[in-house]
């Protein structure tokens, strides 16, 4: 790559990758405001902030949601045999068993570009602050259906919200490599 300008916002987003294994206590209430604030200073359209979260720090909400999707997974013929294998190990969890969870949301009548634009500056602040994340997409399309909709209502998302993604939240027990990207995806004119 050519020589890039380092800082710290430079280093938050070049040393963020996705955690999925974290230290088994929760972070700090003045570590979660400031995610908070981050998330809430993102911009919107027409500054409508079009999204809701559900802040879940509730481990046993968190594993009725993983437990119930994890059981839908082994009862779907589908699921190939490697994820069967690791959803029935025992210790498998779908929010990878960080303390904190939030469900990023946004409007049904709108889209979902200001969510997930939250989303990113939830990740980068936690990367900041020493903390690690893992978004959590594959879900989300299960708690869409209206099997699980006592699994969202346990989320106390609004009525007019849907789900976008979760992010887990804790303190990262791996650090693992940066994946391949591909810089060829754009054109300069
Ligand atoms: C919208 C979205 C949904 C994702 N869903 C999942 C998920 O359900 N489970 C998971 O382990 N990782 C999930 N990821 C993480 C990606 O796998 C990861 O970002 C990608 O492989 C690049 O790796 P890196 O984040 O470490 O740079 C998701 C990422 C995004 C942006």
């Given at each position: 790559m050519e020589k890039i300008i380092m800082n710290d916002v430079v280093k938050a987003i070049l040393e963020r990758r996705s955690i999925r294994k974290y230290e088994d206590r929760q972070i700090t209430e003045e570590e979660l405001n400031t995610i908070l604030?981050?998330?809430?200073?993102?911009?919107s359209g027409g500054n409508g902030q079009q999204w809701f979260l559900s802040v879940v720090q509730d481990k046993a909400v968190l594993d009725t949601i993983s437990k119930?999707?994890?059981?839908?997974?082994?009862?779907?013929?589908d699921t190939p045999e490697r994820i069967r294998?690791?959803?029935?190990?025992?210790?498998?969890?779908?929010?990878?068993?960080?303390?904190?969870?939030?469900?990023?949301?946004y409007p049904k009548n709108n889209n979902e570009t200001n969510a997930a634009l939250l989303g990113?500056?939830?990740?980068?602040?936690a990367q900041s602050l020493g903390l690690g994340t893992c978004y959590?997409?594959?879900v989300i399309n299960y708690l869409r259906k209206p099997e699980a909709?006592?699994?969202?209502?346990?989320?106390?998302?609004?009525?007019?919200?849907e789900l976008l993604f979760g992010i887990a939240i804790g303190y990262p027990l791996?650090?693992?490599?940066?994946?391949?990207?591909?810089?060829?995806?754009?054109?300069r004119i």
């Open positions: 604030t981050c998330a809430f200073n993102s911009p119930a999707f994890g059981e839908m997974m082994l009862s779907n013929p294998k690791s959803v029935s190990s025992g210790d498998w969890k779908v929010y990878f068993g960080a303390p904190t969870v939030i469900w990023v949301c990113e500056n939830i990740v980068i602040a959590l997409g594959g909709k006592e699994l969202v209502d346990l989320l106390k998302v609004p009525e007019d919200f791996e650090s693992p490599d940066a994946k391949p990207r591909d810089f060829s995806k754009m054109v």
